[in-house]
């Protein structure tokens, strides 16, 4: 099982709709999670924190369910700027203070007008 | 304004040819890290350092080398023993060990290609 697993993509989705990522992880030592959105050609930028009892900012809800070891996001009312691809990314901690991402392949998204 | 640079955004080199990757960030991080993506690929990290004068290899080091020998400062060293260097390359920092060590930011990435 690859650390990191994420929907194969791409979603492709009419303006305005609700569109969901799932990602697993199979490290269940893992302690924090990220998703992460990258433009075409661009580096990634931090989207959301996904915390144990879920989070929303604004669109954007993030869910986290550690017992299935599964992350998603929702997407609500999609906008054209919302095309990107989205990574799922985990952090686990490595030894003596460190901690190292693992970053899942990503989801691309492509919001048609 | 506080950030991460890479220089150059393109680089051309032939293959043999040894090339170095400049990162520097002005935001007082400890840790910095070194990734690669391909395309369709998620990234992966090829060197670390947590604090100056030590690196750390990554999950495919081989063919590639480090110095981090300033704080703001982490070259990456693409080898000619690397036998696919052409990749998109990304530097990141965060703050290192402590209070909010999780984020990293970005620089804007080098695309090299060797032919």
């Known amino acids: 099982r690859k650390e990191v697993e994420q929907d194969p993509g791409p979603f492709n989705v009419p303006e305005g709709a609700t569109v969901a990522f799932n990602c697993t992880y199979s490290n269940s030592a893992s302690q924090s999670f990220f998703w992460y959105r990258q433009d075409c050609r661009k580096e990634p930028k931090l989207l959301m924190s996904?915390?144990?009892s879920g989070n929303e900012d604004g669109r954007f809800t993030a869910q986290l369910n550690r017992a299935s070891q599964y992350i998603s996001l929702l997407i609500r009312d999609s906008k054209l700027s919302d095309s990107a691809t989205y990574l799922c990314?985990?952090?686990?901690?490595?030894?003596?203070?460190?901690?190292?991402?693992?970053f899942g392949k990503g989801t691309k998204l492509s919001v048609i007008p | 304004d506080g950030g991460i640079t890479q220089s150059p955004k393109y680089l051309f080199r032939k293959e043999g040819q040894n090339v170095t990757l400049s990162c520097e960030q002005n935001?007082?991080?400890?840790?910095m890290y070194w990734y690669r993506q391909d395309p369709g690929q998620g990234l992966r990290l090829i060197y670390y350092?947590?604090?100056?004068?030590?690196?750390q290899k990554g999950d495919i080091a081989e063919g590639y080398s480090v110095s981090r020998e300033k704080k703001e400062s982490f070259p990456l060293t693409v080898t000619s023993a690397q036998k696919n260097p052409t990749a998109f390359y990304l530097c990141?920092?965060?703050?290192?060990?402590?209070?909010?060590?999780?984020?990293?930011?970005f620089g804007p990435g080098t695309r090299l290609t060797v032919t």
């Open positions: 350092s947590q604090i100056v004068n030590d690196f």
């Open positions: 935001l007082n991080h400890d840790a």
């Open positions: 990141a920092s965060n703050p290192g060990r402590g209070s909010r060590s999780y984020e990293q930011y």
């Open positions: 996904v915390y144990s």
């Open positions: 990314v985990v952090n686990k901690y490595s030894g003596a203070g460190s901690y190292q991402l693992t």
